[in-house]
């Protein structure tokens, strides 16, 4: 429950859990609890998508998807933390990682809010290019908000003020937008998360083309049936 307890916080008092963090209280406590409840939530929405294609991507997407979010931390951070250093910053690594797993909590949170949802329209309608764009929507909107809310909690622990050298907001924004990069490419690395009808289980399908061509190719046979 204590792991609960700290994304409640998170959610409902978001000033007094920047604050902690901040003041470098409970980082450790909070970095565990944060990775405990973030992957439980990931996993419930992998089940759910991977349910799509029956058991086996089943269970793999509940792997798969906190496996997605956490390496994309792990591939980005590195380069948050030191060009931040190098341009000012006094946070230590912790700081960096707890505030970053916020971005991945609040993502996982929301997505489980929507496992209703995709669950209506994974029984009530059975077309596979309008359940990917619906999940790709899904990803996006959970995304955007909470890189938002990691912006705007960078800037608030940090002390970002007029007197904030221009080239550490710059950064951050360089830095967000490399982390969408590097999620959805190895989202498509990664695939299949929902399996594709007609074709045997798979644990990794080949490395070819770019998540955003396969967007569009969905989008073109949602509309016009090819």
């Known amino acids: 429950m204590e792991h609960f307890s700290t994304l409640i916080l998170l959610l409902r008092d978001r000033p007094t859990f920047l604050e902690e963090v901040r003041q470098g209280k409970k980082i450790e406590s909070k970095i565990v609890s944060l990775l405990v409840v973030s992957s439980l939530f990931f996993a419930i929405y992998g089940a759910i998508i991977g349910s799509s294609s029956g058991w086996q991507q089943m269970l793999v997407s509940m792997a798969k998807l906190p496996a997605l979010y956490l390496l994309t931390l792990l591939i980005c951070l590195p380069t948050l933390y030191f060009f931040d250093i190098l341009f000012g910053s006094k946070a230590d690594f912790r700081q960096y990682a707890v505030l970053s797993l916020t971005t991945v909590s609040v993502i996982s949170v929301l997505l489980f809010s929507f496992a209703p949802v995709t669950l209506f329209f994974l029984v009530s309608i059975r077309s596979y290019h309008f359940f990917l764009l619906l999940n790709v929507a899904i990803f996006g909107l959970t995304g955007f908000i909470g890189v938002r809310l990691f912006y705007a909690g960078m800037r608030s622990v940090m002390n970002f003020t007029d007197d904030t050298p221009q080239i550490r907001n710059r950064l951050l924004l360089f830095w967000l937008t490399l982390y969408g990069l590097v999620g959805s490419q190895l989202g ?36 016009f049936g090819n």
């Open 188 to 223: 498509w690395t990664l695939r299949p998360f929902f399996g594709s009808p007609g074709q045997p289980f798979q644990l990794f399908r080949e490395v070819e083309g770019n998540f955003y061509s396969q967007v569009i190719r969905s989008i073109v046979s949602l509309l």
